[in-house]
């Protein structure tokens, strides 16, 4: 069973410019999570999906969107790139079953991530 | 404001010795911990959970310790080995939202 792949694996901007990351969560997860890691801050939730709609999002500047497409596949697009969004942008896809009093199984499988560093 | 925090950004023990990652969390509305692991260059990789309603969880060398008094987890293992060095994350979960926190850095010294 393939695992969560993201793409590219790693990526350099110059400010101003936009960048586009996909993630192709687990075959048969619906649900897909971006966060930013960068040192110091630890995960930071961007933004999650779940059957093509954007069911939570982070503290994020509008700069920050995501899409996700009926095949589970997302993409998160960062525009206008300032220095501090360099970091490692991670996916993670969830298969989202009842359990346990109703609530959603939270297991999250991760990607690897994108390393995007703006100059 | 972090609503799960990891306060000790760094942990150095000798092979062997328990290691003890701690986690603090303010919202009393998390019901579900996890705690990831995370090497150089992977992603995250699920290690261990334990739901509310228990105050212990133990798969093998890794034990997870709830304290919902004091919003208090904490994360054992023993004996800790040179592969276990890595960044563990400790995660709060409520209903569909899932905080990390900024992570610890273990180094087990053969």
């Known amino acids: 069973k393939a695992g969560v792949t993201q793409t590219p694996r790693y990526l350099i901007k110059t400010r101003g410019q936009q960048v586009t990351l996909s993630c192709s969560p687990i075959?048969?997860?619906?649900?897909v999570s971006w966060y930013q890691q960068t040192p110091g801050q630890g995960l930071q939730f961007l933004f999650e999906?779940?059957?093509?709609?954007?069911?939570n999002k982070g503290n994020f500047p509008g700069r920050f969107s995501g899409r996700q497409f009926s095949n589970s596949r997302s993409e998160m697009n960062v525009s206008t790139l300032e220095l501090g969004d360099s970091a490692l942008y991670l996916c993670?896809?969830?298969?989202?079953?009842?359990?346990?009093?109703?609530?959603?199984?939270?297991?999250?499988?991760f990607g690897q991530g994108t390393r995007l560093t703006v100059v | 404001d972090q609503q799960v925090k990891q306060n000790s950004p760094s942990l150095s023990v000798q092979e062997g010795r328990i290691s003890i990652l701690n986690c603090d969390y303010t919202?009393?509305?998390?019901?579900?911990f996890l705690w990831y692991k995370k090497y150089p260059a992977e992603g995250p990789t699920f290690l261990i959970s334990?739901?509310?309603?228990?105050d212990k969880n133990e798969d093998g060398r890794f034990t997870v310790f709830l304290n919902k008094s004091a919003k208090h987890l904490s994360l054992h293992i023993v004996p800790s080995q040179p592969g276990d060095s890595a960044v563990y994350f400790c995660?709060?979960?409520?209903?569909?939202?899932?905080?990390f926190g900024p992570g610890t850095s273990l180094s087990v010294i053969p």
């Open positions: 993670a896809s969830s298969l989202e079953t009842t359990k346990w009093r109703g609530r959603m199984n939270t297991e999250a499988f």
């Open positions: 999906y779940f059957s093509e709609t954007q069911r």
């Open positions: 919202n009393s509305m998390f019901d579900y």
């Open positions: 075959s048969g997860h619906r649900s």
């Open positions: 995660a709060a979960n409520f209903y569909d939202k899932v905080i």
């Open positions: 334990i739901s509310s309603i228990k």
